[in-house]
């Protein structure tokens, strides 16, 4: 082995030589020419250079391609905003790609699948962040004359085919595990889902007598729960923040929490207001918040008392009620529906008032069945997320360790001779 000299490649196998990416490729600026026929390439970060008709969600469609740049199966194309983050890839296509790309055509004959393996390769794009020029990430930006000055490994034609091959059979099967441990995690959600559904609905025992609510939306309930109008159940705080109140900020995911603790889970950073708190409106520990975000999530519960802003709409509940029970039933999907078809309005983050929440209707099981049935939500959940965590926790190495095969097979620290 030698010394690349270089922190990101490492020792290299003394047959190995260290190109610059210049020496290797070259940059072309061929025009396509007016009314072609030839397929609109883009390149991605996750994908790599794709036809834009196979991805017309990915991006906004070109009006003409007139005059785009010509790419050629084997070139490299260079996304030169993205390139830092992998926004780069060998075209297994003939096609056209826009101005703002640049089109790389190799020099001498090489294993283009080899350097596409290098290229994307995590330690290599950390290279090329290096390399960019801007005043912040979102405008690096990767020009040639950086990027060709770029010192990369190369090993023979045959050691790079021989390394791309085993990497195209490894990364499968990675990829395959991947794939399956992603569809397990997609059904434990998907039961977890009905599970809670069918507890927080029809309750713990399969044997109870069942009736027909009338309401469309909930369907058949047990006997004995009753169906009331939502406004007979909670009721609007319209109370002024208290002087002592701390800011709270409404989330689907957490719910309705000191903004404090919601900077100190994400990271992110929260403005205060520093004026007009009185202006505010107070809300109690496990009230139900009506956010901008509710049309999209459902209800988010108060888990903290404070104050949050004017425009969103607090319920208190009229009698006793068990919290955990409320605050799974107004996350059902079925039940987020059911607000949504009291609007006139047919998009995300639409805000809803309390005249929405009013026309739908609610069910009520006894108090203690409420607890008994939210005991039991919380737990299975916990057991279910455990699993979820789990198979993302694998997902997570599985990735890690494809990231660790490739760097080391590209830059010679496994030892490939085979071609098969």
């Known amino acids: 082995m030698q010394d690349s000299g270089f922190e990101w490649i490492g020792d290299l196998p003394s047959s190995w030589n260290l190109l610059s990416v210049k020496q290797i490729y070259r940059l072309v600026m061929e025009e396509s020419g007016k009314n072609h026929s030839l397929e609109l390439l883009s390149v991605y970060s996750d994908i790599g250079v794709r036809p834009r008709a196979e991805l017309q969600e990915k991006g906004n469609k070109a009006s003409s391609t007139d005059g785009y740049w010509l790419v050629r199966k084997g070139d490299f194309v260079v996304n030169k905003l993205l ?79 021989a390394i791309s091959t085993f990497l195209d059979k490894k990364t499968l099967k990675i990829d395959e595990a991947i794939a399956i441990k992603q569809k397990q995690i997609e059904l434990l959600k998907e039961r977890k889902h009905i599970i809670i559904q069918q507890a927080v609905t029809q309750g713990l025992n399969p044997d109870a007598p069942m009736k027909d609510s009338d309401v469309d939306w909930i369907g058949i309930i047990p006997e004995h729960w009753e169906v009331r109008r939502s406004k007979f159940l909670f009721t609007q705080r319209k109370e002024k923040a208290w002087k002592d109140d701390v800011q709270l900020s409404a989330t689907q995911k957490f719910g309705v929490i000191p903004q404090d603790e919601y900077e100190a889970r994400t990271g992110a950073r929260v403005v205060k207001i520093q004026f007009h708190l009185d202006k505010r409106k107070h809300v109690e520990k496990d009230d139900f918040v009506i956010s901008m975000r509710s049309f999209q999530g459902g209800l988010e519960r108060a888990w903290s008392r404070g104050c949050i802003r004017s425009s969103y709409v607090i319920l208190r509940p ?67 997320d455990d699993g979820i965590s789990l198979m993302e926790e694998q997902i997570a190495k599985l990735k890690e360790y494809k990231t660790t095969l490739i760097n080391s097979a590209v830059t010679g620290k496994i030892k490939v001779t085979e071609l098969a």
């Open 83 to 161: 390139a830092w983050m992998g926004g780069l890839g060998l075209s297994e296509y003939d096609g056209v790609t826009s101005p703002a790309y640049d089109v790389l055509r190799p020099r001498k004959e090489i294993c283009g699948s080899y350097f596409n393996y290098l290229f994307r390769s995590p330690a290599c794009t950390s290279e090329l962040k290096k390399h960019s020029r801007g005043i912040m990430d979102m405008r690096l930006r990767l020009y040639f004359d950086k990027f060709g000055v770029v010192k990369v490994p190369f090993p023979s034609l045959q050691e790079q085919k």
């Open 318 to 384: 009229l009698e006793p009620i068990e919290p955990n029970f409320y605050g799974y039933l107004l996350k059902l999907p079925m039940y987020i529906k059911a607000l949504q078809r009291t609007a006139s309005f047919i998009r995300d983050g639409q805000d809803l008032n309390f005249d929405n929440f009013s026309q739908v209707d609610l069910f009520i099981p006894p108090l203690e069945e409420q607890k008994a049935i939210a005991d039991y939500v919380r737990g299975f959940m916990e057991s279910s």
